[in-house]
T-cell receptor
């Protein structure tokens, strides 16, 4: 069953804590993306990766970090430097110009 | 930078109506345009993809059109049903870059 798996579905962060959101895909896609969605707004690009061991900052990368050590995995770390992390986070992959999305992780601050 | 706008932000219609959702973009050098559906608290589901060389695409009751020169796309939904209630987003891929730009969506409510 091919697709993109994001975990956890819900995540809570304490003040000063780093948290990591998982994104795994078995679609064999080279390109992967992380987006942030706030209520009533569109998706804003945090980071993207075109290939293993390479990634680029998107429009709102400050306070976030990523790694791409394996083709199928693209984890996102929300660091303590991100002062307003409460949002819905979506991971996607793409091939031939078409994007495919995971089910999302909702991050809240305790 | 590519700006993508969707109007209206919200739409409420009675069941059975035909309706049109609008998407506009500022840079016409797009590679393709994709329409998505998002249910509350869920990820995005792809509905239709239009390549830059195409004028429209159809899938069931959905028809999407593309006018690159005017920077517009429309999503037409025929005979709307309560199950169509969701937020609809459009996204454009700019030129040969593997980046996508999203509108803020139209929240559709179809009343029984």
């Amino acid at each position: 069953d091919g697709g993109i798996t994001q975990s956890p579905k819900y995540l809570f962060r304490k003040e000063g804590q780093n948290v990591t959101l998982s994104c795994e895909q078995n679609l064999n896609h080279d390109a992967m993306y992380w987006y942030r969605q706030d209520p009533g707004q569109g998706l804003r690009l945090i980071y993207y990766s075109q290939i293993v061991n390479d990634f680029q900052k998107g429009d709102i990368a400050e306070g976030y970090s990523v790694s791409r050590e394996k083709k199928e995995s693209f984890p996102l770390t929300v660091t303590s430097a991100q002062k307003n992390p409460t949002a819905f986070y979506l991971c996607a992959s793409s091939v031939l110009g078409i994007q495919y999305f995971g089910a999302g992780t909702r991050l809240s601050v305790l | 930078k590519q700006e993508v706008t969707q109007i209206p932000a919200a739409l409420s219609v009675p069941e059975g109506e035909n309706l049109v959702l609008n998407c506009s973009f500022t840079d016409s050098a797009i590679y393709n345009l994709q329409w998505f559906r998002q249910d509350p608290g869920k990820g995005l589901t792809s509905l239709l993809l239009i390549q830059s060389s195409q004028r429209e695409q159809t899938s069931g009751r959905l028809n999407a059109s593309l006018d690159k020169s005017s920077g517009r796309s429309t999503l037409y939904i025929a005979a709307s049903q309560p199950g169509d209630s969701a937020t609809y987003l459009c996204a454009v891929r700019l030129g040969n870059f593997n980046k996508f730009y999203f509108g803020s969506g139209t929240k559709l409510n179809v009343k029984p």
